[in-house]
Each structure stands twice: as structure tokens, then as C-alpha cells.
């Protein structure tokens, strides 16, 4: 079954160092991963995803990810947190076997950027 | 463009209520989805649409939980009677569908609590 895992329940980083987030992924054939990013009493709005050519991907408010096949990882980065950038991050993979593709979340990991 | 609409935003029922909740995707959206988030956890899949069809509701609780998406527009997602394990927020997303590497637009949720 396709799955993705998110260790770290949270993260904290000063204001001004780079953060990253972690994902790890679980599925059978090429991957499609994406990050979504969850304020407070909001939906989730995309960030980036990852089909399929250069390993780093740019996305949305100076987020990169890194898609890594040997380590089945696809970490979220970002050079320089800002305070504006607390917030619940979920990545995600879309079932590309059962026919369906549906998207399926990991845990989430609320990151906190201190000022 | 617009993006996924929702309502009401915040519902209070008391248990072996019922209550129901509506959606709106982004114009020529062909996929809808319904999402349970659980405090604390990532949103996971109750049922997914193709136009008006239902392509997957393998972890819908059909015993009180139905929706519908009349004429590949609208959707509605109903819960009839509310438990209390219900209390969640409810998020519909739509994608277009044109490969398989497309993400999904979130509404903003609706957050039920059950009483």
C-alpha cells in the first residue's frame, strides 16, 4: 500500500536558520509527493510536488523539497524560517495503483518558527 | 479563479443528530473528495467522486455517513446519527484531473462537534 510517514510530531527553529521538515514515502512505481501546508481554522493549500525530472523542486513562499529515491525521502526545506511560516505541514502521495489516485496524508508536523 | 467552497464553517450537534454539509469545487473539476481531519492526525479519505460517480468509499462509515454529488457539480456529505468520535473537521477538495500529478484544492473545512 502506498504510504508516507512524517517522524517528527514537531519542529522548532530560530527565525532566520533553515528549517526542514521530513517525509519519507512507501509506494510501488514512480511516486507522486506533495506538500501542503495547514494555518490555523484553514484547509490545506499546496506548496510543491515532485512528478518526476530534477530531484529539487521549488515551490510557494521560498519552499524547496528534495526528492531523494535512494532514501525514499522527500524532506521540505526552506533557506531562511520565518515566523510567519508556524503552521501544520502534511505531505502526501497520490495512489497511483489502486486506479483511484487518491491522496494520502501523513501524520503532519506542526513546525514552529521562533522569534 | 475560485477556489473550493464550503459551509457552514463551524457546526455544534448534539449526538444522534443529523447533519450535513456542502461543497462547491473549482469549476471543471472532475474529482471531489471528502476529507476527515481528527485533531492531531492528517485528513484522510471518506469518498471520492469522478464527475457523479462514486470511484472510491472504502472507509465511508455507510452505516451513517452518505453523500452525493448531483450532476458532477455540488457535492453534500451527510452524517445521520452524529456520534461523538465524529467531532472532526470535514474538508472536500477537487482536482482536474489532467494527469496524474495534479494536486488537489482544499475548501477552508467545516468543524463539527459533536455533544
Known amino acids: 500500500a502506498q504510504s508516507v510517514a512524517q517522524p517528527e510530531d514537531q519542529v522548532n527553529v530560530a527565525e532566520g536558520n533553515p528549517l526542514t521538515v521530513k517525509c519519507t514515502y512507501s509506494?510501488?512505481?514512480?511516486?507522486?509527493l506533495f506538500w501542503y501546508v495547514q494555518y490555523p481554522n484553514r484547509g490545506l493549500q499546496f506548496l510543491l510536488k515532485?512528478?518526476?525530472?530534477?530531484?529539487l523542486v521549488k515551490g510557494s513562499y521560498g519552499f524547496e523539497a528534495e526528492f531523494n529515491k535512494s532514501q525514499t525521502s522527500f524532506h521540505l526545506k526552506k533557506p531562511s524560517a520565518l515566523v510567519s511560516d508556524s503552521a501544520l505541514y502534511f505531505c502526501?502521495?497520490?495512489?497511483?495503483?489502486?486506479?483511484?489516485?487518491?491522496?494520502?496524508f501523513g501524520t503532519g508536523t506542526r513546525l514552529k518558527v521562533l522569534a | 479563479e475560485a477556489g473550493v467552497a464550503q459551509s457552514p464553517r463551524y457546526k455544534i450537534i448534539e449526538k444522534r443528530q443529523s447533519v450535513a454539509f456542502w461543497c462547491n469545487p473549482i469549476s471543471g473539476h472532475a474529482t471531489l473528495y471528502w476529507y476527515q481531519q481528527i485533531l492531531g492526525q492528517g485528513p484522510k479519505l471518506l469518498i471520492q467522486?469522478?464527475?457523479?460517480?462514486?470511484?472510491?468509499d472504502s472507509q465511508l462509515p455507510k452505516d451513517r455517513f452518505s453523500a452525493e454529488r448531483l450532476k458532477g457539480v455540488d457535492s453534500t456529505l451527510k452524517i445521520q446519527p452524529a456520534k461523538l468520535e465524529d467531532s472532526a473537521v470535514y474538508l472536500c477538495?477537487?482536482?482536474?484531473?489532467?494527469?496524474?500529478?495534479?494536486?488537489?484544492?482544499f475548501g477552508q473545512g467545516t468543524r463539527l462537534t459533536v455533544v
Open positions: 509506494v510501488s512505481g514512480n511516486p507522486y
Open positions: 477538495a477537487s482536482s482536474s484531473d489532467r494527469g496524474r500529478g495534479t494536486e488537489a484544492f
Open positions: 467522486f469522478q464527475n457523479n460517480g462514486v470511484v472510491d
Open positions: 515532485y512528478i518526476t525530472g530534477d530531484n
Open positions: 502526501a502521495v497520490r495512489d497511483a495503483t489502486s486506479g483511484t489516485y487518491k491522496y494520502i
